[in-house]
């Protein structure tokens, strides 16, 4: 077990050493940001650590409003749902959506959160192979009996590898199916991809309109329904689930999982840090594209050694470098020079050899990326 001793950034103390870090999900740099610390420790000041209480009674203090508040306008919807963590947002999202008749399919490769959403369910649920459209097309084919409604569910940016669904391709497979939805979770795109970061479906140039819409709306009937959850926890450098759609549908999704009634209202603490990181990156558009640009210059520098990475805007590099005792060595080596990147063993969409994972934030320098990719090439 590793302890980190500050606040994850380009540059980190852990375990008593200072490392250039690539590690994590702190995509734009913002968790020891000065502004979001000041933001949280005011709060506290003047309403404590929390309500102790569900946000059904009188659990709902200034801080966590004002989250739904800004994350209603960041994602241009009428409202949203500010809940305790990211994880539960695939059950809350699904506890609206399924019914009897409903039928789950996932992205074999999908997060935990979104297999465990779909095991609380009597649903049928079945999986088809990683990112391939047609792969579903006949998966749906076979499975799908009259009457029967599909909810496709995947990562928007899958957490290990980085790769990116292919949203067009799911909707063309769709197209035809009345009542069909995808849902993405979308915790490592928010705050990353689109040009204002508003996530997966902002990168494939759909609409925030239209997505997480209860009613379904008339102007696009017959379409696939799209819905979307994230989180504020990672490329926010704040914390907890957030889901921003139609009035109509928050109203539901409060009162259907019945985390809104029955869990503590998150901390103040972290509310107050998360309303300011909406602030922050809704008023400086340059986070965003830093963090794109970062995804880039890694990628290419990486390519630059040989290396074979797409070029993506994700700022996830994930690379499977022969046997796992190999990939350690070059984790270990890295560290001896002082930078740290991750190997991941186990996770979800990996194999068994595990793979190395490369985070980069928007606050990383020209320099520190270049001293990552130089020193990763003296240990290929």
């Not at 409604?149 to 197209?175: H, M, R, T, W």
């Not at 609409?207 to 997480?212: A, L, V």
């Not at 640009?293 to 993506?312: S, Y």
């Amino acid at each position: 077990m590793h302890l980190m001793q500050s606040p994850p950034g380009p540059e980190t103390k852990v375990d008593d050493c200072q490392y250039l870090y690539f590690c994590g999900t702190g995509y734009l740099g913002l968790h020891g940001h000065a502004d979001l610390i000041q933001a949280s420790i005011e709060a506290t000041r003047a309403y404590g650590l929390g309500t102790a209480t569900s946000r059904s009674g009188y659990g709902n203090a200034p801080p966590i409003i004002e989250v739904e508040e800004l994350a209603a306008r960041f994602w241009d919807s009428e409202a949203a749902y500010y809940f305790a963590s990211g994880y539960l947002g695939n059950h809350v999202v699904l506890s609206v959506l399924a019914k009897p008749g409903s039928v789950f399919l996932l992205d074999e490769n999908s997060h935990y959160s979104v297999v465990d959403a779909c095991r609380c369910f009597d649903l049928p649920t079945y999986q088809f192979a990683h990112l391939e459209a047609e792969a579903l097309r006949e998966l749906l084919k076979d499975r799908l009996r009259p009457g029967q409604v599909p909810i496709v569910l995947s990562d928007g940016v899958f957490a290990s590898s980085g790769a990116i669904a292919p949203v067009k391709e799911y909707l063309d497979v769709l197209e035809d199916i009345e009542g069909a939805m995808l849902c993405l979770d979308d915790c490592h795109a928010f705050g990353v991809l689109g040009e204002r970061g508003c996530g997966t479906f902002e990168h494939h140039g759909i609409p925030q309109r239209g997505i997480n819409e209860l009613p379904p709306n008339q102007d696009i009937a017959g379409s696939p329904r799209l819905f979307a959850v994230g989180t504020l926890s990672k490329a926010f450098g704040g914390y907890g689930g957030i889901i921003a759609g139609t009035n109509t549908f928050i109203e539901s999704a409060r009162s259907s999982s019945h985390y809104y009634s029955g869990a503590s209202a998150p901390p103040i603490p972290v509310a107050a840090a998360s309303a300011m990181a909406l602030k922050l990156v809704a008023n400086t558009p340059n986070l965003v594209a830093g963090v794109k640009q970062n995804a880039l210059r890694l990628k290419q520098g990486l390519n630059d050694l040989g290396l074979e990475i797409e070029l993506t805007p994700v700022p996830i590099v994930s690379l499977e470098l022969g046997d796992s005792q190999n990939m350690r060595r070059i984790q270990h080596g890295l560290a001896e020079e002082g930078i740290l990147i991750d190997y991941k063993s186990e996770y979800a969409g990996l194999g068994a050899r595990g793979a190395l994972r490369i985070a980069v934030f928007a606050t990383h320098t020209e320099e520190m990326i270049k001293k990552l990719t130089e020193a990763f090439g003296r240990h290929l």
